[in-house]
């Protein structure tokens, strides 16, 4: 599955599970003060969630990126094809 694929696919899922929650919170019983709290704090919680997604997620991309590269470099090396690299800081 292609980087954004995965991106748009948590995306998404994150919107209409917040969506659905506050449709489900306009139709409880309760005060609208507290149904504005629900709504913030869930907010809140849902962006934490993200962040730590998209974090996950940027860890396993980069991690498959530098797998690929130096399995490249392998059959490259293998081939007779010397490879210089940049120096990045």
């Not at 899922?13 to 917040?18: D, E, S």
């Not at 449709?23 to 309760?30: D, E, F, R, S, T």
């Not at 629900?38 to 997604?53: F, H, N, P, S």
């Given at each position: 599955m292609s980087e954004e694929k995965v991106e748009s696919f948590f995306g998404g899922?994150?919107?209409?599970?917040?969506v659905g929650f506050v449709?489900?919170?306009?139709?409880?019983?309760?005060s609208g003060?507290?149904?504005r709290k629900?709504?913030?704090?869930?907010?809140?919680?849902?962006?934490?969630?993200?962040?730590?997604?998209g974090e996950?997620?940027?860890e396993v991309v980069t991690s498959k990126v530098?797998?690929?590269k130096e399995k490249g470099?392998?059959?490259l090396k293998k081939k007779g094809v010397e490879i210089q690299e940049?120096?990045?800081?």
């Open positions: 899922f994150l919107v209409g599970a917040f449709i489900g919170l306009l139709y409880a019983p309760q003060e507290e149904t629900l709504i913030k704090q869930k907010g809140i919680e849902v962006t934490e969630k993200a962040k730590e997604k996950e997620l940027k530098e797998e690929v470099k392998e059959v940049e120096e990045t800081k």
